[in-house]
């Protein structure tokens, strides 16, 4: 009976087959781009341990672009810095590695 529906013949198949290959890539492409402020947020969590919402992030994006992104994480990392009176950077200055635990 399904036979009369579709026809079951090997290249059908293979186009079928090439069809939700298809499919799935585009969903997981889709997923990616709308992914991309949370992965976003969760590197720049553990790497500098700045917490931003998703949601900061996607406004900033649809206002300025990159650019709006890239100000906003500089002026992050600049307040991060000052709020730290011990810190004090300067050119100079050796890397502060004190994140990463005890060294050997």
Known sequence: MIHNLIDLT????????????????????????????????????????????????????????????RDLLIDLLIKEDLADPNRVVTPDSKPDLSIFGPQT
């Not at 969903?27 to 969590?45: D, E, G, I, N, T």
């Open 10 to 69: 090997p290249t059908n198949i293979l186009d079928l087959g090439a069809a939700a290959s298809m499919f799935v890539l585009l969903a997981l492409l889709v997923a990616s781009f709308l992914s991309r402020p949370r992965v976003f947020c969760q590197y720049l969590k553990h790497m500098t341990g700045i917490e931003l919402k998703p949601g900061q992030v996607k406004r900033r994006f649809k206002q300025n672009g990159r650019g709006g992104v």
